[in-house]
């Protein structure tokens, strides 16, 4: 049985869940359960801390699990990422009070606080920055400066509305840039059935990405449509009751759907239809 761990909170955890659900895996109805068999597929899920799951990945307590790059690289383990799963995508950055720093050497001196102590303390040590000390926290770590535990902060960013409430501004280039991983031991053998959880969540993130393009074209512009859409490996091309037209079908990354949509009526396709993808192996 492949043993799968699980965020059980926080931002990772719920599209976690809806990902393995998506893929045809057995999820927990109740928050409180902290193991899921699911004999139908051949795995056990462990609900754990989404910090401490790279930590048991790289243990071999269980062989693969989801968590976050930026959780990864700070708990130092040596999992290793697997598959990028696209999403709690953010940037991990540097901040302060607005106006006051803009470069990372004036860092120098200065007290950072973090609830990343790991990835920050790497990350200058890389750029030969010392600071004075790193102050480990566990949330809120925008509020430290005014409480004056600290100078700077390092912090996930995403929209960018916590720091602008607590009147501080990134500077420097991006730490890193996170999305939730799949990740596993990098020693040792695949672990049994990875290689089937793999596909299938891969099935899961390209029927999200895709749309299905079905549209009819003149003959004549066959060739000119199927340069807008060629498709994943070739579109297919049917003929039609109308012998002058043909009937082109392909799959298109969901976010060019419009853009695509106008280049194909601008050449002269007419009926273009689009379709969600619900599953797919490519
Ligand atoms: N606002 C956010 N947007 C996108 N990803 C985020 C956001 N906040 C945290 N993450 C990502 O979620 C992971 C951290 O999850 P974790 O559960 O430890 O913290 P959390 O979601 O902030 O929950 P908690 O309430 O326990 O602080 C990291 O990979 C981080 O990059
Ligand atoms: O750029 P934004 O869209 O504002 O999101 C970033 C914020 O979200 C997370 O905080 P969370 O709400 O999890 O609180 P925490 O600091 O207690 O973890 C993160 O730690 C940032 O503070
Ligand atoms: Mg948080």
Request: aromatic residues 6%; negative net charge.
């Amino acid at each position: 049985m492949l043993r799968i761990a699980v965020p059980n909170k926080g931002s990772l955890s719920e599209p976690a869940a809806d990902l393995l659900r998506e893929a045809g895996y057995r999820q927990r109805r109740d928050s409180r359960e902290l193991v899921l068999p699911d004999p139908d597929n051949d795995v056990e899920f462990f609900f754990l801390r989404p910090r401490d799951i790279a930590v048991y990945v790289g243990e071999g307590t269980v062989d693969v699990g989801i968590t976050g790059r930026d959780l990864l690289l700070d708990s130092a383990s040596t999992a290793t990422e697997h598959l990028r799963l696209g999403f709690a995508r953010s940037t991990f950055r540097f901040a302060a009070p607005a106006g006051r720093l803009t470069d990372i050497a004036q860092i120098a001196g200065h007290r950072v606080a973090t609830s990343y102590p790991v990835l920050v303390a790497d990350y200058l040590r890389e750029h030969g920055v010392e600071a004075s000390g790193i102050v480990r926290l566990d949330g809120a770590v925008e509020t430290a400066i005014r409480l004056g535990v600290a100078d700077v902060i390092a912090d996930v960013v995403e929209t960018g509305t916590t720091l602008r409430a607590a009147g501080l501004e990134i500077f420097g280039e991006p730490i890193l840039r996170s999305e939730a991983v799949l990740v596993c031991r990098a020693d040792g053998d695949e672990p049994a059935g990875l290689d089937v959880l793999t596909r299938r969540i891969q099935g899961v993130l390209t029927a999200q990405q895709y749309v299905l393009m079905d549209y009819d074209v003149p003959l004549a512009l066959v060739d000119q449509a199927v340069g807008i859409t060629p498709g994943l490996e070739s579109p297919t091309v049917s003929p039609l009751h109308n012998r002058e037209w043909a009937a082109v079908r392909a799959m298109v990354r969901r976010d060019e759907t419009n853009r695509v949509m106008d280049a194909l009526y601008d050449v002269g396709a007419r009926a273009i239809l689009v379709t969600s993808i619900h599953a797919c192996r490519l």
